[in-house]
T-cell receptor, first 115, second 106 residues
Framework: GAVVSQHPSRVICKSGTSVKIECRSL??????MFWYRQFPKKSLMLMAT?????????EQGVEKDKFLINHASLTLSTLTVTSAHPEDSSFYIC???????????FGQGTRLTVV | KNEVEQSPQNLTAQEGEFITINCSYS?????LHWLQQHPGGGIVSLFM???GKKKHGRLIATINIQEKHSSLHITASHPRDSAVYIC????????FGAGTRLTVKP
């Protein structure tokens, strides 16, 4: 089946720094990628949807200047958490979908800890 | 009411037991996913279903589109199956259940 690779799987950073998370589709062209966040003991929540070559569409309450999403190619989307704070510590996961395809494939997720 | 309801929320079983986790949803979907999340947080995609039944090793997933219901079964459960199992429905937007925390005791 199709593979989505997310990197890194874990990252610890200091407050005030920025962290970039990559999501790559390894064997298909991902025209749409989704970024989710999971709060402790909560379900996954959609943060934003990005289409290749377009600006991301953010869900209500998600700061677009805080969580920068770039989907510059059909195989790579990045989520950058800027000026990270401890409350940004969370589990982030991406999923990817090919054009005209109803199937979505998930990355393995990234555990971010901001200290 | 959540669009995706999972039950039970928590489940403890003895090794070897047959496990069933249920997922009901209230929206039209193109596919349903079962995900496994390990204690470290890593997500593994177990199944993607749009109809019928799929089997992979000791795992079986079924879906009834008319009843808007899916079940995940684990046969001969093992402590390494301990994880959170998440149901997600795909109708262009993905909607997630709250997850079922499974603990299998030796």
């Amino acid at each position: 089946g199709a593979v989505v690779s997310q990197h890194p799987s874990r990252v610890i950073c200091k407050s005030g720094t920025s962290v970039k998370i990559e999501c790559r589709s390894l064997d298909f062209q991902a025209t749409t990628m989704f970024w989710y966040r999971q709060f402790p003991k909560k379900s996954l929540m959609l943060m934003a949807t990005s289409n290749e070559g377009s600006k991301a569409t953010y869900e209500q309450g998600v700061e677009k200047d805080k969580f920068l999403i770039n989907h510059a190619s059909l195989t790579l989307s990045t989520l950058t958490v800027t000026s990270a704070h401890p409350e940004d510590s969370s589990f982030y996961i991406c999923s990817a979908r090919a054009h005209g395809n109803t199937e979505a494939f998930f990355g393995q997720g990234t555990r971010l800890t901001v200290v | 009411k959540n669009e995706v309801e999972q039950s039970p929320q928590n489940l403890t079983a003895q090794e070897g037991e047959f496990i069933t986790i249920n997922c009901s949803y209230s929206v039209g979907i193109s596919a349903l996913h079962w995900l496994q999340q390990h204690p470290g947080g890593g997500i593994v995609s177990l199944f993607m279903l749009s109809s019928g039944k799929k089997k992979h090793g000791r795992l079986i997933a079924t879906i009834n589109i008319q009843e808007k219901h899916s079940s995940l079964h684990i046969t001969a459960s093992h402590p390494r199956d301990s994880a959170v199992y998440i149901c997600a429905v795909d109708n262009n937007d993905m909607r997630f259940g709250a997850g079922t925390r499974l603990t299998v005791k030796p």
